[in-house]
Structure formats: C-alpha cells, structure tokens
C-alpha cells in the first residue's frame, strides 16, 4: 500500500510538473505577446508567484479530494487515482505538442471520474458533486469573457474621458501595468492549479489509510507547488506562441484588461473552493477584452477549435480513464 501511494504522489508530481509548462502562457502569455517583459524573466517571475501562490491555500485541493468520490469509502482508491493520472498526463502531453491550449482542470476531473466509475461503479461517484465542478468549468470562461469586456470597455471609455489617446504613451503605461497584473495572475493560477495535484495527493492518502481527513500537509502543499513551480520554469513555448498571437494582436492595454480579469475570475473561485480551468478564463478573456476594441479581428477559426478542444476534453478524459483502468486489470 505504501508503495502505491508513493506511485500515486510522484505521478501527481509529474502532472503538476506538466501542469507548470502546459499553463505557463496562461499567466504571461500576453506580457511576452507586447513585450513587457523577457521571456526568460517572465517565466522566472510566473514560476516563483506560482510557486508562492501554491503554497498559500488549500480550499480548492479539499473539493478536489472529496467531491468526486469518498476517498475513504471507495473501492480500490489508489489503483483508481493512479489510473487517473496516468490518463490526465497521457491527454495533456498529447494537447502541449499539438500547441492546443486544453484545461488540464478538465482533464483531471475527466479521467478521475472515468477512473471511478470503471474501479468503483456509478455508486461511487458522487454525481452532484462532479456536476456541480463541471458546472463551474464550464460557466468561468462565459463570466470571463464577460468581465473582461466590461472591464476593457470601463479602461477605454476612460482613455477616451482622459484625452491621452497617444499610441506610444498609452503602451508605456499599461506595458508597466501588465508587469504587476501579470504577478498577479501568475500567483491567482498557482493557488487554483496546483492545488489539484495536492487534492488528488490527499484522496490517495485517506484512501489508504494514511490519514482520515482532507486537509492538506504541509509536505504535500510543498511539494505540489515545487514540481509545478519547476515545469513553469521551462516555459511551455507552443503553448504560449498559440495564446499570444493566434487569437487575435495583444496590445497592453488589453492584455492588462486580460490579467485583470482572469485574476479577478480564478480569485474569486479559489475562495469559494472551486476549481477551473485557468486557460479557459485566460483565453475567454482575451477573447472579451479583444472583441472590445476590435470584435473583427479576432481569429473566430483559432476560438472555434480551442472550443472544440475544451468540449471534447472531459468526455475523451473519462473514456480514456475508464478503458486504461479495465485494460490494465484485465492484463494483472
């Protein structure tokens, strides 16, 4: 039983690990995109808030542990969260070579219910508690996109109120903002993302025996932000070139209007407990504040795909999941 806890803690590593360099351009894409900062410092400054931002809460990391299915009444849990994460990492390494920037949120809580219900049952799965997650994935980028264009739209009646409407001087400024937004940003997604690992940590935990509550470690929580502080740190360069340029020209002023928002969006729903999908909210929003100044030149073809992709992720997840788990007991 040891042995297959520490299995499922250093996979659980290796997908924050992942995480870190999947969602990298989650938090500094559109900095790099209008060339606030380096790339090198940018993924230096992401990595460090996000590790800091990991560190600091613990909320989301219990509704993870404990909403989907009852660690500590589940059948063959650790051989369930072990399947899970093999599912999770074999889907999100298949998303970061094509560039498509997918929720590695979905994709945990895809093969971590599909893992269920193929080791446990329908019984198992706590079916309003999975519902009640998915319906915060799926409304967050729907409210982001809608902040966003309310707050891209209170910043350019602003400019407009102000008079400054120099090009060059306007850039300045909000490149000098997106340094401060994009910290911010980059700590939001390091205390929504890692936080999955560490509630995936605990539900191998406590169904194991190894301790009969949800709350987190300490040594969990340092070490979910560690791995995902380091896979930031090499940067997830595919993924930030399709964010950055292939959705439609980041200027600073809307790519700190960006910031703002999904820093606002993934806040709030760290301190409700909720998880979500911080590249939904990122790329929603840069779809609202862009549509704001220029609603034509968003590339709808680029939307629609990643779209197509946030779609089919849960469902190819649990499948996914479910079929790994029945082939590997079927096999031993």
Same mark, same amino acid.
């Given at each position: 039983m040891l042995t297959l806890v520490i299995i499922v803690v250093l #996979? $659980? +590593? #290796? %997908?924050? %690990? &992942?995480n870190g360099f999947h969602d990298t /351009? @989650? /938090?500094? $894409?559109?900095?790099i995109s209008t060339r606030a900062m380096s790339p090198r410092f940018a993924v230096f400054y992401a990595a460090v808030l996000n590790f800091i931002g990991a560190v600091l809460s613990s909320e989301v990391a219990k509704t993870v542990g404990g909403s989907i299915a009852n660690p500590a009444k589940i059948? @063959?849990?650790i051989q369930i969260v072990m399947i899970a994460l093999i599912a999770a990492i074999a889907w999100n390494l298949f998303t970061w070579y094509f560039a498509i920037p997918s929720s590695s949120s979905h994709t945990l809580i895809g093969a971590l219910a599909g893992a269920v219900l193929a080791g446990a049952g329908s019984a198992s799965l706590n079916w309003n508690g999975f519902l009640g997650i998915v319906k915060i994935l799926i409304l967050s980028p729907i409210i982001a996109f809608a902040v966003g264009f309310l707050i891209m739209g209170i910043i350019k009646y602003a400019i407009l109120l102000s008079g400054n409407t120099s090009r060059s001087k306007l850039n300045r400024v909000f490149r000098t903002f997106q340094i401060l937004s994009a910290g911010l940003l980059s700590f939001s997604h390091g205390g929504n993302d890692a936080q999955k690992a560490m509630g995936i940590i605990v539900f191998a935990l406590v169904a194991g025996e190894f301790q009969s509550t949800l709350d987190v470690p300490m040594w969990v929580k340092i070490a979910a932000a560690t791995a995902m502080g380091l896979g930031t740190s090499i940067g997830g360069w595919r993924i930030i070139k399709t964010v950055s340029k292939k959705i439609m020209k980041i200027e600073p002023v809307n790519g700190f209007a960006s910031d703002l928002t999904s820093s606002i969006v993934i806040q709030t729903s760290t301190a409700i407990g909720?998880? +979500?999908?911080?590249?939904?909210? &990122?790329?929603?929003a840069i779809i609202g504040t862009g549509s704001v100044i220029r609603f034509k030149d968003v590339k709808w073809g680029t939307v629609t795909r990643m779209i197509l992709?946030?779609?089919i992720t849960i469902p190819i997840s649990m499948a996914l999941a479910f079929l790994l788990y029945k082939l590997v007991f079927a096999l031993f």
């Open positions: #996979l $659980a +590593l #290796l %997908f924050d %690990f &992942i /351009a @989650n /938090a500094i $894409a559109t900095s059948e @063959n849990g909720q998880p +979500l999908s911080t590249t939904h909210v &990122i790329t929603s992709t946030w779609v």
